[in-house]
């Protein structure tokens, strides 16, 4: 976490640099949705209004030129990404098999529910 030393530029920012590099944004957010979430369903295609709000709070928050059907194509490919699914699956190699396999399973539910297997043809 940083805090700014001057009081007027605005609040303390946070960054994840546990696991930087350059990419898609709605990769760390398909991370979250499908592999952390209880219900698979909300991460697959019951993702609907969680990537609206999703999509109205960057259009709010300033940003610009990022369609929404942009962004579900990014969450798609966040969740089919083999490379960034293995990543994630490997900072549990210290875990139980139950527990990596249980979240391996929710991502492969979530790509089925996605149509993700043409992203990846």
């Known amino acids: 976490m940083f805090l700014p030393n001057d009081s007027r530029a ?3 920012r946070l960054f994840d640099w546990g696991a930087w590099r350059p990419g898609l944004p709605a990769i760390d957010l398909a991370c979250m949705m ?3 979430w209880f219900s698979p369903n909300a991460a ?7 990537l ?3 999509h109205a709070t ?3 928050s300033g940003v610009k030129g990022y369609d929404r059907a942009v962004l579900d194509h990014d969450y798609r490919s966040g969740c089919a990404d083999p490379d960034d699914d293995a990543h994630h699956l490997g900072q549990h190699r210290h875990s139980s098999p139950s527990v990596w396999l249980y ?3 929710r991502i492969m539910l979530a790509v ?3 149509g993700c297997h ?3 043809a």
């Open 10 to 12: 605005g609040g303390e």
């Open 34 to 36: 499908a592999m952390h």
């Open 44 to 50: 697959g295609a019951s993702s609907g209004p969680f």
């Open 52 to 54: 609206d709000h999703y």
């Open 58 to 60: 960057l259009l709010a």
């Open 103 to 105: 979240n391996f399973e």
């Open 112 to 114: 089925d529910d996605l």
């Open 118 to 120: 043409e992203l990846l």
